[in-house]
C-alpha cells in the first residue's frame, strides 16, 4: 500500500499561503491523492483530489510534482477557521474506497 | 453540513448497555462507512457497506454489530462494550466504491462521541 508522510505541524499567518507538504514516492500509476482536513472534534472534510494534473477548487490548490512522488496543498489565503489537521492520503486499490488517514499535519493559523 | 448526519453527537453508557449509533445521509448515496478515531490515534476504517451489502470488516470485534437498512441509513449496535472503545465514531458515505476518482469521495457526519464507563 502506497503511503505518505506529512510534517506533524505548521504555522501559518492569517492571510498569508498555507502550502502544505506530503511525500508519496511509492504511489502507483493510477492511485489519486485526496487532501481531507479535520477540524478540532468534527468529522473529517473533503478538500481536493487529483491524479496528475494540478488542480484547483473554492477552497484550495493542489500541485502534483511531474514525478507523482510528492504534492502540496495550497490554502491561498488562510483564515483561523483553516486551523485544523489535514490529511493526505493516496486511494489504497482501485476496487474499494478504503481511505487510510494517517497523522496528518496539524495547521495552526495565528492572527 | 455535508448531508450527514449522525444522533447522539454524545453517548455515554456502562459497559452493561445497549445503545445504537444511528447514521443518515440525504446526499442519494450507495455507500456508507463507520469509522473509529481515538484519542492521538488516526482514523480507522471499522465496517464498509455499498447498496446496503456489507463489502468489509476491518476485523471489528463482534461487539460492534452494524446495520444497513437502506443506503440511506446505517447503525452501529453497541453491547458489552469496553472502556477503550470510548472514541469519536464517525460516519461517511459515498457514490459508490467503484469507479471514476469523484465519486468515491466520501463525506463523513460530524461523530458520536462515545464515552464507555
Known amino acids: 500500500d502506497a503511503k505518505t508522510t506529512q510534517p506533524p505541524s505548521m504555522d501559518c499567518a492569517e492571510g498569508r499561503a498555507a502550502n502544505l507538504p506530503c511525500n508519496h514516492s511509492t504511489i502507483s500509476g493510477n492511485e489519486y491523492v485526496y487532501w481531507y482536513r479535520q477540524i478540532h472534534s468534527q468529522g473529517p472534510q473533503y478538500i481536493i483530489h487529483?491524479?496528475?494534473n494540478n488542480e484547483t477548487n473554492e477552497m484550495a490548490s493542489l500541485i502534483i510534482t511531474e514525478d507523482r512522488k510528492s504534492s502540496t496543498l495550497i490554502l491561498p489565503h488562510a483564515t483561523l477557521r483553516d486551523t485544523a489537521v489535514y490529511y493526505c492520503i493516496v486511494r489504497v486499490a482501485y476496487n474499494t474506497d478504503k481511505l487510510i488517514f494517517g497523522t496528518g499535519t496539524r495547521l495552526q493559523v495565528f492572527p | 453540513e455535508t448531508g450527514v448526519t449522525q444522533t447522539p453527537r454524545h453517548l455515554v453508557m456502562g459497559m452493561t448497555n445497549k445503545k445504537s449509533l444511528k447514521c443518515e445521509q440525504h446526499l442519494g448515496h450507495n455507500a456508507m462507512y463507520w469509522y473509529k478515531q481515538s484519542a492521538k490515534k488516526p482514523l480507522e476504517l471499522m465496517f464498509v457497506y455499498n447498496f446496503k451489502e456489507q463489502t468489509e470488516n476491518n476485523s471489528v470485534p463482534s461487539r460492534f454489530s452494524p446495520e444497513c437498512p437502506n443506503s440511506s441509513h446505517l447503525f452501529l449496535h453497541l453491547h458489552t462494550l469496553q472502556p477503550e472503545d470510548s472514541a469519536l465514531y464517525l460516519c461517511a458515505s459515498s457514490q459508490d466504491v467503484t469507479g471514476l476518482a469523484g465519486k468515491e469521495t466520501q463525506y463523513f457526519g460530524p461523530g458520536t462521541r462515545l464515552l464507555v464507563l
Open positions: 487529483g491524479l496528475k
